[in-house]
């Protein structure tokens, strides 16, 4: 007979969480190659210590996130894929509210404006289907908005990471874990 103690235990899989907000007034907000690049930047720079990129998408008007944690949980999360009342840790809020400060400070600057380039809110559900239905979403909203005909036509999302078309030292996401939970996809 063949016990439980005779299988290995499985490695349990990281809460991902999908980020996402929108220029005030739904208006474009990234106009140029260089407001794209400094939003990335900021992305980077503020979520190191907070959570793995997973996924991600800069629209001209929005963005999109997938995101799983560093740190545990600091909410009791509804499992029901709704928007959540905030975001699941306070590392991953004051990164949201630093990389948003932060572009909107430095777009200010340059064009002369006040205030918040964004949404008051950043949106964030618990994403509870296969991870590949996530990412193909955050991938193919490009496509999906007809800026492009293809996802690896769009220079800033996280496909071209995937496909292995970004050198790793310029990689915004951990794809070593995000294609283990593709890979996990499979086996489910």
């Given at each position: 007979m063949?016990?439980d103690?005779?299988f290995?235990?499985?490695e349990?899989?990281?809460?991902v969480?999908?980020?996402y907000?929108?220029?005030n007034?739904?208006?474009?907000?990234f106009?140029?190659?260089?407001?794209?690049?400094y939003?990335?930047?900021?992305?980077r720079?503020n979520?190191a210590?907070?959570a793995?990129?997973l996924?991600?998408?800069?629209?001209p008007n929005?963005f999109?996130?997938l995101?799983?944690?560093?740190?545990?949980?600091?909410v009791v999360?509804k499992r029901d894929?709704?928007?959540?009342?905030r975001?699941?840790?306070?590392?991953?809020?004051e990164?949201v509210?630093?990389?948003?400060?932060?572009?909107s400070?430095?777009?200010?600057?340059?064009?002369?404006f006040t205030?918040?380039r964004f949404q008051?809110r950043?949106?964030?559900k618990?994403h509870l289907?296969?991870?590949?239905?996530?990412?193909r979403?955050?991938?193919y909203?490009?496509v999906k908005a007809?800026?492009?005909?293809?996802?690896g036509?769009?220079p800033?999302?996280?496909y071209?990471?995937?496909a292995?078309?970004v050198?790793s030292?310029?990689?915004?996401?951990?794809?070593?874990?995000?294609?283990?939970?593709?890979?996990?996809?499979?086996l489910?």
């Amino acid at each position: 007979m063949i016990t439980d103690a005779q299988f290995p235990q499985a490695e349990a899989l990281p809460e991902v969480f999908h980020l996402y907000n929108r220029a005030n007034d739904r208006r474009t907000l990234f106009t140029s190659h260089q407001n794209y690049l400094y939003f990335i930047n900021k992305v980077r720079s503020n979520f190191a210590a907070a959570a793995d990129i997973l996924g991600y998408c800069v629209m001209p008007n929005h963005f999109h996130l997938l995101i799983t944690p560093h740190h545990p949980l600091d909410v009791v999360l509804k499992r029901d894929g709704k928007v959540m009342k905030r975001l699941p840790t306070n590392a991953i809020s004051e990164a949201v509210r630093r990389t948003l400060m932060g572009f909107s400070q430095g777009y200010n600057r340059t064009i002369g404006f006040t205030g918040s380039r964004f949404q008051q809110r950043t949106r964030c559900k618990h994403h509870l289907l296969p991870f590949h239905y996530g990412l193909r979403y955050v991938h193919y909203n490009p496509v999906k908005a007809n800026l492009v005909k293809h996802p690896g036509e769009w220079p800033y999302s996280s496909y071209n990471e995937y496909a292995g078309h970004v050198d790793s030292a310029d990689r915004l996401c951990n794809i070593e874990l995000g294609r283990k939970l593709l890979q996990m996809d499979i086996l489910d």
